[in-house]
């Protein structure tokens, strides 16, 4: 079966450090991705990892750990356009079809 | 620059209306995607294609076809609309071989159904 894990909810605040963290039980695995999807709009690609290991992207982060299942999106230097859920997905073995997380709404407040 | 493009961004219809929702991109993507999603929920794929003539349906249940006719053009329809249609629907595509990157995805439609 397919399973992605995401907290539902987070709150943090402007100029923080936020970590949201993703889980996965996937029957294949050919890369982890994060999206950033802003209310009412479409999702926009953020991140990718196929090995283990961090990925540094500016002020965002993601660190994939394979033997675990476990992924997770390093937010540095909030700020308020940050605001927005962020998804969780997975690529299945073929690279053909990707099985997205529940998604974590992230508010920063001032 | 190249681009996903739907349309259109918002409709409100009545109950028992076909419809059909535009998805066109410019990148010469051979996969294309559709997928639904309620407000604040997860994404659920509905249908996808590999190329032209190529149609599976997805992992939710939809009273929705597809059509792939064009390489660029993947329209989506509904013969005959009811309220629990009512949701986003996003369209997406991907390149073949492109392993480091993700969906592009377009702007959605907004489907309210009365």
């Known amino acids: 079966g397919q399973n992605i894990d995401q907290p539902t909810e987070m709150t943090a605040t402007e100029g923080a450090i936020v970590q949201i963290n993703c889980t996965y039980q996937?029957?294949?695995?050919?890369?982890l991705f994060w999206y950033q999807q802003h209310a009412g709009e479409a999702p926009t690609f953020l991140s990718y990892n196929v090995l283990d290991g961090l990925e540094e992207k500016g002020r965002f982060s993601s660190f994939l750990s394979r033997s675990k299942g476990y992924s997770y999106l390093l937010l540095k230097e909030l700020q308020m356009k940050d605001s927005a859920s962020y998804l969780c997905?997975?690529?299945?073995?073929?690279?053909?079809?990707?099985?997205f997380g529940p998604g974590t709404r992230l508010s920063v407040l001032p | 620059e190249a681009d996903i493009y739907q349309t259109p961004r918002y409709l409100v219809i009545g109950t028992g209306k076909k419809i059909t929702l535009e998805c066109s991109q410019t990148?010469?993507?051979?996969?294309m995607y559709w997928y639904q999603q309620d407000p604040g929920m997860e994404l659920h794929l509905i249908h996808y294609s590999y190329g032209v003539n190529s149609t599976e349906k997805g992992d939710l249940s939809s009273e929705s076809t597809v059509s792939r006719i064009r390489t660029e053009h993947f329209p989506l329809t509904l013969e005959s609309a009811r309220p629990s249609h009512t949701s986003q629907y996003l369209c997406?595509?991907?390149?073949?071989?492109?392993?480091?990157?993700?969906?592009?995805f377009g702007s959605g439609t907004r489907l309210t159904v009365v």
């Open positions: 997905a997975v690529r299945d073995n073929y690279g053909q079809n990707f099985v």
């Open positions: 996937t029957s294949g695995f050919n890369g």
């Open positions: 990148m010469g993507h051979d996969k």
């Open positions: 997406a595509s991907s390149e073949t071989g492109g392993l480091n990157y993700g969906y592009t």
